[in-house]
């Protein structure tokens, strides 16, 4: 599978077009879905993360009001939350990557970019998470208050991604798995689910 690592945001936009657009029949009836249990782990796990995403959220806004030492203290409290944060979500990504996208990709039209585009946006938030952990370890402790502005904009920025993702893969890339993968299949990606999480 390509990930689309070159696409510029317009080719992005364009390519979430075409998702909603095909899948419109599937976001009709979204709200009437009843996931199977690896689908509705993987609904529970976003709820969780969502939480996780307020909080820093949260402290990057307050980030923007604060100064000198407290500013320091809230920088420290959003590091640690990335953190932790950052490793939840790649626990997570890695049962969509290594178990429900090769599920589904047979079921897909070589066309059909939804896989690649939802890699991609794992990718960049990964991305985003990954510049903030980097750069703030970077400074260590002769971190300034202009540093920390800047780098609190790749938690901004991962926060805006993870949301509008979650939003695509709950209303469109979980109903339609729902839809296209048979009995068997489902089992088969509980199995996947159990062996990738050990």
Same mark, same amino acid.
């Given at each position: 599978m390509i990930i689309l690592e070159y696409m510029k945001e317009d080719q992005i936009d364009i &390519?979430?077009?075409?998702?909603?657009?095909?899948?419109?029949?599937?976001? #009709?009836?979204?709200?009437?879905?009843?996931?199977?249990?690896?689908?509705?782990? +993987? #609904?529970?796990?976003? &709820?969780v993360l969502r939480k996780d995403m307020d909080l820093f959220y949260e402290i990057t806004e307050e980030i923007e009001l604060e100064s000198g030492t407290v500013l320091v203290e809230l920088f420290t409290k959003l590091h640690e939350q990335i953190s932790l944060f950052a490793y939840k979500l790649k626990a997570h990504s890695k049962l969509e990557e290594e178990?429900?996208?090769?599920? #589904?990709?047979?079921?897909?039209?070589? !066309?059909?970019?939804?896989?690649? !585009? #939802?890699?991609?946006?794992?990718?960049? $938030?990964?991305?985003? +998470?990954?510049?903030?952990?980097?750069? $703030?370890?970077?400074?260590?402790?002769?971190?300034d208050?202009?540093?920390?502005?800047?780098?609190? +904009?790749?938690?901004?920025? $991962?926060?805006? !991604?993870? !949301?509008?993702?979650? $939003?695509?893969?709950?209303?469109?890339?979980?109903?339609?798995?729902?839809?296209i993968l048979s009995i068997e299949e489902k089992q088969e990606l509980e199995r996947l689910f159990h062996t990738i999480s050990s």
């Open positions: &390519v979430n077009q075409y998702i909603n657009k095909e899948r419109e029949e599937i976001l #009709m009836e979204s709200s009437n879905i009843h996931f199977c249990r690896p689908l509705q782990r +993987l #609904m529970e796990e976003h &709820v178990g429900l996208f090769p599920l #589904m990709a047979p079921h897909l039209g070589e !066309t059909d970019q939804i896989l690649e !585009t #939802m890699e991609f946006e794992h990718k960049k $938030a990964e991305e985003h +998470l990954q510049d903030f952990l980097s750069e $703030a370890e970077t400074c260590g402790s002769s971190i208050e202009n540093d920390v502005q800047w780098i609190a +904009l790749h938690a901004f920025r $991962a926060h805006a !991604t993870l !949301t509008q993702h979650f $939003a695509k893969e709950e209303k469109v890339l979980f109903p339609l798995a729902e839809k």
